[in-house]
């Protein structure tokens, strides 16, 4: 019989989410949990419930099979979880979740065929998830969230449509909105609740949503814009509990995985290699990558991530053959190598001038008539989307090819003037929960697919391949870093390492 201590924390958790126990179902529980240690109970109690909510029951009352039935599903998810160290996650299976305001959580979007062009519908739902993505993460920040005995003087976020109905001037105003030129010269702010004319003449400082000031006459004058807070993913996790939003097979993140975790931590000297333009019709790249597979094959990394574009030739109609044979070149090199080939992925992101696909953002896989041959030659290679995410054991890294950091310099409103540029530009990112917060029309955005975007929670490391120079910085316990060209910048690469989190900036200076 299970200890009345553990009956009684069950009951009481299931009771604080809503649910009553049958006394069987609360047996069952208990004696499945009794033989755990008190960290994880917890971890385990959370993941249980959150399975019982997910499984939309007619009523609060949760008999023995809704308990069964969590229970299977959660021991098997955390051994398929186990066993799949390595996984890469196009932009196209990325799970979609629809944050629910009365709940404050978020929850499975409804089942949907999502094709690359949709209706309208799908663009305004774009703007509005990203609102209240920031506007939850705000409201969650320590200047915003009201004490228990509102002992404290909190700021307050107010909607657009509470300025346009007050006659009356407004003083210490704050809103959250986006910021948008719907004219030339005039800038405005818009939420869900409507638009209002932005005034920038004592703007102290430069961002894109949330304005502090003072309204009268229909006109909202900004005294101070600056970026939303970022979150970390500690506190990110915190609300949203054992939910996986990061993609994959399972339904529980991966943090709460212990056997993944010894897992890394046994083999805390491997490396993910990243790369990008990797121009593979180009003959001192192929010496490079000779020189970099010598280099690893006494102690093969984990991955190779290989970021387009892998041609130098502009496109053309020859572009498609020409890469398939500079794959084959490739596979030929990689075959020489027999212990990278056995012990390490070779993962592909296509880049913007790759063969098959238009410059829109989610871009699919190259083609397989282009890279069938290659796979055959090369069991581990991973065709992928861009953007893509990467989980290695409990570590989450998200992989973009884009030339961003020069469209956001070009389309900022005020450059910044003081600081590291790769700070402000991680702070962007991170800030806004988005890896291209540009307008639709800098840089094109499958409007179904804009949720693979989403940097929430954040990930333990954000690659951009962009042609600026190689850069690594932070924000909100999240690492943002640049390879640089490959082809272009000194035969330049980064090499993270999961276990201890740490980002080398390397170069390849000799040939074998």
């Given at each position: 019989?299970?200890?009345?201590?553990?009956?009684?924390?069950?009951?009481?958790?299931?009771?604080?989410?809503?649910?009553?126990?049958?006394?069987?179902?609360?047996?069952?529980?208990?004696?499945?949990?009794?033989?755990?240690?008190?960290?994880?109970?917890?971890?385990?109690?959370?993941?249980?419930?959150?399975?019982?909510?997910?499984?939309?029951?007619?009523?609060?009352?949760?008999?023995?099979?809704?308990v069964?039935?969590?229970?299977?599903?959660?021991?098997?998810?955390?051994?398929?979880?186990?066993?799949?160290?390595?996984?890469?996650?196009?932009?196209?299976?990325?799970?979609?979740?629809?944050?629910?305001?009365?709940?404050?959580?978020?929850?499975?979007?409804?089942?949907?065929e999502?094709?690359?062009?949709?209706?309208?519908?799908?663009?305004?739902?774009?703007?509005?998830?990203?609102?209240?993505?920031?506007?939850?993460?705000?409201?969650?920040?320590?200047?915003?969230?009201?004490?228990?005995?509102?002992?404290?003087?909190?700021?307050?976020?107010?909607?657009?449509?509470?300025?346009?109905?007050?006659p009356?001037?407004?003083?210490?105003?704050?809103?959250?909105?986006?910021?948008?030129?719907?004219?030339?010269?005039?800038?405005?702010?818009?939420?869900?609740?409507?638009?209002?004319?932005?005034?920038?003449?004592?703007?102290?400082?430069?961002?894109?949503?949330?304005?502090?000031?003072?309204?009268?006459?229909?006109?909202?004058?900004?005294?101070a814009?600056?970026?939303?807070?970022?979150?970390?993913?500690?506190?990110s996790?915190?609300y949203?509990?054992?939910?996986?939003?990061?993609?994959?097979?399972?339904?529980?993140?991966?943090?709460?995985?212990?056997?993944?975790?010894?897992?890394?931590?046994?083999?805390?000297?491997?490396?993910?290699?990243?790369?990008?333009?990797?121009?593979?019709?180009?003959?001192?790249?192929?010496?490079?990558?000779?020189?970099l597979?010598?280099?690893?094959?006494?102690?093969?990394?984990?991955?190779?991530i290989?970021?387009?574009?892998?041609?130098?030739?502009?496109?053309?109609?020859?572009?498609?053959?020409?890469?398939?044979?500079?794959?084959?070149?490739?596979?030929?090199?990689?075959?020489?190598?027999?212990?990278?080939?056995q012990?390490?992925?070779?993962?592909?992101?296509?880049?913007?001038?790759?063969?098959?696909?238009?410059?829109i953002?989610?871009?699919?896989?190259?083609?397989?008539?282009?890279?069938?041959?290659?796979?055959?030659?090369?069991?581990?290679?991973?065709?992928?989307?861009?953007?893509?995410?990467i989980?290695?054991?409990?570590?989450?890294?998200?992989v973009?090819?884009?030339?961003?950091?020069?469209?956001?310099?070009?389309?900022?409103?005020?450059?910044?003037?003081?600081?590291?540029?790769?700070?402000?530009?991680?702070?962007?990112?991170?800030?806004?929960?988005?890896?291209?917060?540009?307008?639709?029309?800098?840089?094109?955005?499958?409007?179904?697919?804009?949720?693979?975007?989403?940097?929430?929670p954040?990930?333990?490391?954000?690659?951009?391949?962009?042609?600026?120079?190689?850069?690594?910085?932070?924000?909100a316990?999240?690492?943002?870093?640049?390879?640089?060209?490959f082809?272009?910048?000194?035969?330049?690469?980064?090499?993270?390492?999961?276990?201890?989190?740490?980002?080398?900036?390397s170069?390849?200076?000799?040939?074998?």
């Open positions: 019989m299970a200890d009345k201590i553990v009956r009684r924390k069950v009951s009481s958790a299931f009771k604080l989410h809503g649910f009553t126990l049958r006394s069987e179902s609360c047996t069952y529980l208990a004696e499945q949990l009794e033989p755990l240690d008190e960290s994880e109970f917890e971890v385990w109690l959370a993941k249980l419930i959150d399975h019982i909510q997910s499984q939309r029951l007619p009523s609060n009352v949760v008999e023995l099979n809704a069964e039935l969590a229970v299977r599903d959660c021991a098997n998810e955390q051994q398929q979880a186990a066993e799949d160290v390595f996984c890469v996650i196009s932009a196209f299976d990325v799970p979609r979740f629809k944050f629910n305001p009365d709940l404050k959580k978020y929850e499975d979007a409804p089942k949907k999502h094709s690359l062009f949709d209706s309208a519908d799908a663009k305004a739902q774009l703007f509005w998830d990203r609102y209240t993505l920031i506007k939850q993460i705000t409201e969650r920040h320590p200047l915003f969230k009201p004490s228990a005995d509102n002992s404290e003087e909190k700021f307050k976020i107010y909607p657009i449509e509470h300025l346009l109905s007050c009356r001037r407004l003083n210490k105003i704050i809103a959250l909105g986006l910021f948008s030129q719907l004219k030339i010269g005039m800038y405005h702010l818009e939420d869900p609740t409507g638009i209002v004319q932005l005034d920038l003449t004592d703007a102290a400082e430069n961002c894109i949503v949330l304005a502090e000031g003072w309204y009268e006459d229909k006109i909202f004058h900004a005294k814009i600056g970026f939303p807070p970022a979150e970390t993913a500690e506190v996790r915190a949203l509990g054992s939910l996986n939003m990061f993609g994959g097979d399972s339904r529980l993140a991966c943090k709460t995985n212990k056997s993944l975790l010894k897992t890394m931590r046994d083999n805390k000297d491997r490396l993910i290699v990243f790369l990008s333009d990797v121009w593979l019709d180009q003959d001192n790249v192929m010496r490079k990558l000779q020189t597979f010598e280099g690893f094959v006494s102690y093969p990394p984990i991955a190779f290989f970021m387009g574009n892998f041609l130098s030739s502009k496109p053309g109609s020859a572009q498609a053959e020409q890469l398939k044979f500079n794959l084959r070149s490739l596979a030929d090199l990689i075959a020489s190598h027999p212990n990278l080939r012990f390490s992925k070779f993962v592909f992101v296509p880049g913007l001038q790759d063969p098959a696909c238009p410059n953002l989610p871009r699919p896989p190259l083609p397989k008539s282009i890279t069938e041959d290659f796979e055959a030659r090369v069991p581990n290679a991973i065709f992928t989307s861009n953007p893509c995410r989980r290695y054991c409990t570590q989450e890294i998200v973009m090819r884009e030339d961003i950091m020069s469209k956001l310099c070009r389309n900022t409103i005020h450059y910044p003037t003081t600081g590291n540029i790769y700070e402000h530009f991680a702070k962007t990112l991170l800030s806004q929960a988005n890896l291209c917060p540009l307008p639709l029309s800098v840089r094109p955005v499958y409007w179904s697919f804009a949720h693979a975007m989403q940097l929430h954040a990930p333990d490391l954000v690659v951009i391949g962009d042609t600026v120079n190689t850069f690594k910085s932070s924000h316990d999240c690492q943002v870093a640049n390879p640089g060209s082809a272009k910048n000194n035969f330049m690469f980064i090499a993270y390492c999961p276990s201890t989190k740490q980002v080398d900036e170069e390849i200076t000799e040939d074998i």
